[in-house]
């Protein structure tokens, strides 16, 4: 299993990132975190570890570099800008595509919170290059009229407890035009802190990726 320190280039910037593709990855799931968070979240890291041991490749991402968080912890001011995180979680997806280990892997995006909406819009303007999303806890209607462009599958996982989020993943459902689906965790709230229900969004995942994955799905990377 090979692991790395990624240097991924975007916007006229460089994005820090942990790559990590074990031998016969079956595809590369690129994490998009959601706001006030990064890389170094416990929650998309034990997912992360959790799809790796399934066999997937994971890039863990931060789609702020350090003075723009400095910033926004005190600012918020990029945390909803949902169009830059899209733009530069796009890139990370098509430095994937040049990159020899990953070039010939499908990709999937997963997307916690914020983050969520940027990987929609992501997968909106990569149809031919992302072949699978996951949501947990996401907020998919801030990814607004790029809904109805994204042609990869989708699948929503929200706490059941989690009242507001689940009426919005409900609402945003209704405009997706692939395949999808809703996964209640039952019981669990926002950041599925309640035992089991993160090893569930994990499981539910890794199957949806494998289901989606498939050899050659992710098709022409050029986006």
């Given at each position: 299993m090979?692991?790395e320190?990624?240097?991924v280039?975007?916007?006229?910037?460089t994005?820090d990132?942990?790559?990590t593709?074990?031998?016969?990855?079956r595809g590369?799931?690129?994490?998009?975190?959601?706001s006030g968070s990064?890389?170094l979240?416990p929650?998309?890291?034990?997912?992360?570890?959790g799809l790796?041991?399934a066999?997937?490749?994971?890039?863990?991402?931060d789609?702020?570099?350090e003075?723009e968080?400095?910033e926004?912890a005190?600012t918020a001011?990029?945390?909803f800008d949902?169009?830059l995180?899209?733009r530069?979680?796009?890139d990370?997806v098509?430095w994937?595509?040049?990159?020899p280990d990953?070039a010939?892997?499908?990709?999937?995006?997963?997307?916690?919170?914020t983050?969520?909406a940027?990987?929609l819009?992501?997968?909106a303007e990569?149809p031919r290059?992302?072949?699978?999303?996951?949501s947990?806890?996401?907020r998919?209607?801030?990814?607004g009229?790029?809904l109805p462009?994204?042609a990869?599958?989708v699948?929503?996982v929200v706490g059941?407890?989690?009242?507001?989020?689940?009426?919005?993943?409900?609402e945003?459902?209704?405009?997706?035009?692939?395949?999808h689906r809703i996964?209640?965790?039952?019981g669990?709230t926002?950041l599925f802190?309640?035992?089991?229900?993160?090893?569930?969004?994990?499981d539910v995942?890794?199957?949806?990726?494998?289901?989606?994955?498939?050899?050659?799905a992710?098709g022409d990377?050029?986006?």
């Amino acid at each position: 299993m090979a692991s790395e320190t990624a240097k991924v280039p975007s916007d006229g910037t460089t994005l820090d990132g942990d790559l990590t593709v074990p031998t016969g990855a079956r595809g590369t799931v690129l994490f998009a975190h959601g706001s006030g968070s990064s890389r170094l979240s416990p929650r998309n890291r034990a997912v992360a570890a959790g799809l790796r041991a399934a066999g997937f490749g994971t890039l863990l991402l931060d789609l702020l570099t350090e003075d723009e968080e400095r910033e926004d912890a005190v600012t918020a001011r990029y945390r909803f800008d949902i169009a830059l995180l899209a733009r530069r979680l796009a890139d990370a997806v098509d430095w994937l595509g040049r990159r020899p280990d990953t070039a010939g892997l499908p990709v999937g995006l997963f997307g916690a919170s914020t983050g969520a909406a940027a990987a929609l819009i992501a997968a909106a303007e990569r149809p031919r290059a992302v072949s699978a999303v996951v949501s947990r806890g996401g907020r998919p209607d801030l990814a607004g009229d790029a809904l109805p462009l994204v042609a990869a599958p989708v699948l929503l996982v929200v706490g059941g407890d989690d009242e507001t989020v689940l009426g919005l993943n409900r609402e945003a459902a209704r405009r997706l035009t692939p395949h999808h689906r809703i996964h209640v965790v039952p019981g669990a709230t926002h950041l599925f802190p309640e035992p089991g229900a993160l090893e569930e969004v994990t499981d539910v995942a890794a199957d949806w990726f494998r289901d989606h994955l498939g050899e050659g799905a992710g098709g022409d990377r050029s986006g």
